[in-house]
């Protein structure tokens, strides 16, 4: 087994367009994808099964993106799971609030991939 199937990348995004893209190319990779779309299924999730890496959309429905970064970063189980935020919203005032509530890096929709691979492999070799 490869170390990308044992490597778990949780996708959170209330656009299945955004999810469906991610984890078609990544699945391609061999990695294991788990999706959420919306901050209370991730939840679920995390408490099953710790991801090593989450790609998280900011603008989502009852609890925001940046409400579930705060209580993942101060839980002891998830502080240090590394963050990709991905938001559609381009602006500096957003992307520092990010970083400020623990995000790892930030990324803009419409969504690179050759980007989000590239985070995925720097992240995955650690």
Do not use: C
């Amino acid at each position: 087994m490869s170390k990308n199937n044992t490597y778990t990348i949780l996708v959170i995004d209330d656009s299945t367009t955004n999810i469906v893209l991610i984890e078609a190319v990544l699945k391609e990779k061999g990695y294991h994808i788990q999706t959420a779309l919306s901050a209370k299924e991730a939840y679920k999730i995390i408490k099953s099964k710790k991801p090593d890496l989450i790609f998280l959309d900011l603008l989502m429905p009852k609890i925001s993106g940046f409400d579930f970064l705060y209580k993942i970063r101060n839980e002891k189980t998830t502080r240090n799971v590394p963050v990709i935020v991905i938001t559609a919203v381009n602006d500096d005032e957003y992307k520092h609030k990010a970083l400020k509530l623990g995000a790892t890096e930030v990324m803009y929709k419409p969504v690179d991939i050759q980007a989000v691979i590239q985070k995925v492999e720097k992240y995955a070799s650690h």
